[in-house]
T-cell receptor, first 114, second 115 residues
Framework: DAGVIQSPRHEVTEMGQEVTLRCKPI?????LFWYRQTMMRGLELLIY????????DSGMPEDRFSAKMPNASFSTLKIQPSEPRDSAVYFC????????????FGQGTRLTVV | DAKTTQPTSMDCAEGRAANLPCNHS???????VYWYRQIHSQGPQYIIHGLKNNETNEMASLIITEDRKSSTLILPHATLRDTAVYYCIVRVSGLSGAGSYQLTFGKGTKLSVIP
């Protein structure tokens, strides 16, 4: 398996534009996580899906952020409109839903909003 | 949620054992201790996890104290490629109850392996 695949790896956009980040989890994994990493706040969990259903989105910073998982092999994180403070590295991770399953992380998308 | 406390940074000589401590004094009986690491510009990587017993795999050993209030991650022969930020995490239960799974990352320990 190629692991968790994220695209794009780098994204530069202007303030106010819509940004869509994509994630393909490992086949057979039914839990998916979106994290954001900044120097100031470290790694923050944004949202967690189990069997394509959002379980906990309490980490989503505000209404400008939305995440979907239309099927078991694809998820998106959308920011509309984007702001400079959204600049960060966004990671997607997946795991099997078991009591002690390890999570596998993608390589991340580095987002810069200018 | 059980919180963890780790030193901000540590140095280790190449070839020596790296011992990374973690305090988790409020851990609950059914919570696991996980260790992940993040090498610069990469996504976090799973290392090892345990509940009560000591664990060993090809990457590291995990020593958990009998009262489970602290643990130590041991890299037996550190190499330059082990330079990374190491996160000790206690797994919290998600809102959906049994079977759910979340990882909450703290600041971690920045390990520098010195030639």
């Amino acid at each position: 398996d190629a692991g968790v695949i994220q695209s794009p790896r780098h994204e530069v956009t202007e303030m106010g534009q819509e940004v869509t980040l994509r994630c393909k989890p490992i086949s057979g994994h039914n839990s998916l996580f979106w994290y954001r990493q900044t120097m100031m706040r470290g790694l923050e969990l944004l949202i967690y899906f189990n069997n394509n259903v959002p379980i906990d989105d309490s980490g989503m910073p505000e209404d400008r952020f939305s995440a979907k998982m239309p099927n078991a092999s694809f998820s998106t994180l959308k920011i509309q409109p984007s702001e400079p403070r959204d600049s960060a590295v966004y990671f997607c991770a997946s795991s099997q839903t078991s009591w002690d399953a390890e999570a596998f992380f993608g390589q991340g998308t580095r987002l810069t909003v200018v | 949620d059980a919180k963890t406390t780790q030193p901000t940074s540590m140095d280790c000589a190449e070839g020596r054992a790296a011992n990374l401590p973690c305090n988790h004094s409020t851990i609950s009986g059914n919570e696991y201790v996980y260790w992940y690491r993040q090498i610069h510009s990469q996504g976090p990587q799973y290392i090892i996890h345990g509940l009560k017993n000591n664990e060993t795999n090809e990457m590291a050993s995990l020593i958990i104290t009998e009262d489970r209030k602290s643990s130590t991650l041991i890299l037996p022969h550190a190499t330059l490629r082990d330079t990374a930020v190491y996160y000790c995490i206690v797994r919290v239960s998600g809102l959906s109850g049994a079977g759910s799974y979340q990882l909450t990352f703290g600041k971690g320990t920045k390990l520098s392996v010195i030639p």
